[in-house]
């Protein structure tokens, strides 16, 4: 049984009806969206922002082909490595994938741990504008004056902001200051609010930290066996380390440094696999707060996900 979170209000139009699978990393989402795909027939948008990029197949755990159960996916491989991700253009795409999913009859099923995207794709979200000269000359600044300097700055404009992201985020400090900078609004005003575009079944899971440590101790330890230092050489050779967004992603990052020399290889899956649970505490931190998710545990995987879907269908079935 789900922890916590309600469906949507009877009486929704079932057309417009999506779910959601959230949750941090390694907990099963995959797995999840597949049976819920095949249960209900469905097709899949993805919603992890390093999944969007070609050829980043190892290191983000990516599907392959052969294993998505002849099941359509959406907003997989449609970015080179060189060019940077955007939450405006991902709300657009992913948007209109899950309409036009919608208008075949099919079951649409979004699915990701990238926090901001999902909401982008579900929530009432305006994106603000930004402004390539004031994002270079803020990013200038930053490299003169250092993140902490930055974070101080953006705690005087902004405390909420501040708050809600980590101080040595310079990406995002960057892009909160460039929003204040452009709209004279705190960055934290234009946040998404907890409110559907459309009927919505948001599904997490997660997984006892122990369990889910190991892991991803293990998938990083699989990511090198199955070849990433030979895809990062490839990518490396089509731009990575020009992709401001790619070339930063876990697992890459460190490839590159190995391929360089400037860490081990022990030290590169270490620090991978330091990097990713860190990145999974955010994510949970990131979903747990929203009292629209229902929470299933997948400490132990079967159980779970067979209860997650169970409680999907149930649910899919009472809003017809």
């Known amino acids: 049984m789900p922890t916590e979170g309600q469906p ?20 099963g989402k995959s797995e999840l969206a597949l049976r819920v795909a095949e249960t209900l027939g469905g097709e899949i948008v993805n919603a992890d922002a390093m999944q969007l990029y ?52 099919h079951q649409p099923i979004i ?31 930053a490299a003169q004056r250092g993140t902490e300097a930055m974070y101080a700055v953006l705690l005087a404009a902004d405390p909420a902001a501040a708050s809600a ?41 997660r997984t006892e930290r122990p369990t889910l440590d190991e892991r991803i101790a293990r998938r990083v330890d699989r990511m090198w066996s199955d070849g990433l230092l030979d895809e990062v050489r490839t990518l490396d050779t089509q731009g990575l380390r020009q992709g401001r967004t790619a070339s930063t992603a876990i697992g ?19 620090d991978t696999t330091q990097a990713t649970r860190r990145f999974a505490r955010r994510q949970e931190s990131w979903f747990r707060p929203d009292p629209r998710v229902a929470w299933f545990d997948t400490t132990d ?20």
């Not at 959230?22 to 907990?27: E, R, S």
């Not at 052969?66 to 405006?88: F, K, M, N, P």
């Open 252 to 270: 890459y990052d460190q490839a590159l440094a190995e391929i360089d020399g400037t860490l081990t290889g022990e030290q590169a899956r270490q």
């Open 111 to 141: 699915v990701g741990g990238s926090g901001l995207y999902v909401r982008a794709a579900l929530d009432r979200l305006d994106i603000p504008p930004t402004d390539p000269q004031v994002r270079a000359r803020l990013e200038t600044e």
């Open 8 to 27: 949507n209000p009877e009486g929704a139009p079932t057309e417009a009806l999506i779910v959601a699978v959230v949750g941090p990393t390694a907990t």
């Open 54 to 105: 070609r050829a980043m197949d190892i290191g983000t755990a990516k599907l392959p082909l052969t294993q998505r159960r002849g099941i359509r996916h959406h907003q997989l491989d449609v970015l080179d490595v060189t060019q940077e991700a955007s939450v405006a253009a991902y709300q657009s795409q992913a948007r209109a994938d899950l309409a036009a999913i919608r208008s075949r009859g």
């Open 165 to 205: 992201m980590e101080p040595n985020n310079v990406r995002r400090i960057v892009r909160a200051l460039e929003v204040i900078e452009l709209t004279g609004r705190p960055f934290s005003a234009t946040l998404p609010t907890r409110e559907f575009v459309a009927p919505t079944l948001m599904v997490g899971l």
């Open 301 to 320: 995987p079967e159980p779970g996900l067979r209860s997650a879907l169970a409680w999907v269908t149930e649910h899919a079935a009472t809003m017809d």
